[in-house]
C-alpha cells in the first residue's frame, strides 16, 4: 500500500520559515517525480514545485521562485519543501504528490497518481 505522509506544517508569521517533509512508502521511490501542491478551500489544487526522479532537474511556480526550494532523499524516500519568506498567500494546504516518470516534471495534478493527507501552513501576523 503506497502512503505519502506530509508533515511540518504549521502557524508562521509574515517572514519566517518552514519546512514541509512527506515520507513515501509502498513505491520504488527513485524512479518517481515528486511534486507540492496547494489548495485553499473552494479553490483548484495549484502546483508549486516539482522535482525529477534523480533531483537533478526542479521546476517552481512563479509565485514562490527564489523563495521555495524543493529537494528529495531517495536514500530516505522523502521528498521537502523549504519555505522561506513565507507571505499571507502562502497560507494553504500542501499536498505532496507522486507521479512513476523518469521524464519531465509536470505541473498538472491530473498527471500525478499518489498523494498525501495534506499538511496546513498558516502565515499571519
Known amino acids: 500500500q503506497v502512503q505519502l505522509v506530509e508533515s511540518g506544517g504549521g502557524s508562521v508569521q509574515p517572514g519566517d520559515s518552514l519546512k514541509l517533509s512527506c515520507a513515501a512508502s509502498?513505491?520504488?521511490?527513485?524512479?518517481?517525480?515528486m511534486g507540492w501542491f496547494r489548495q485553499a478551500p473552494g479553490k483548484e489544487r495549484e502546483f508549486v514545485a516539482g522535482?525529477?526522479?534523480?533531483?537533478?532537474?526542479?521546476l517552481y511556480a512563479d509565485s514562490v521562485k527564489g523563495r521555495f526550494t524543493i529537494s528529495r532523499d531517495n536514500a530516505k524516500s522523502t521528498v521537502y519543501l523549504q519555505m522561506n519568506s513565507l507571505k499571507p498567500e502562502d497560507t494553504d494546504v500542501y499536498y505532496c504528490?507522486?507521479?512513476?516518470?523518469?521524464?519531465?516534471?509536470?505541473?498538472?495534478?491530473?498527471?500525478?497518481?499518489?498523494w498525501g493527507q495534506g499538511t496546513q501552513v498558516t502565515v499571519s501576523s
Open positions: 522535482i525529477n526522479w534523480r533531483g537533478g532537474s526542479t
Open positions: 509502498g513505491l520504488s521511490f527513485s524512479i518517481y517525480s
Open positions: 504528490a507522486a507521479r512513476p516518470s523518469l521524464s519531465t516534471i509536470t505541473t498538472s495534478s491530473t498527471d500525478y497518481v499518489y
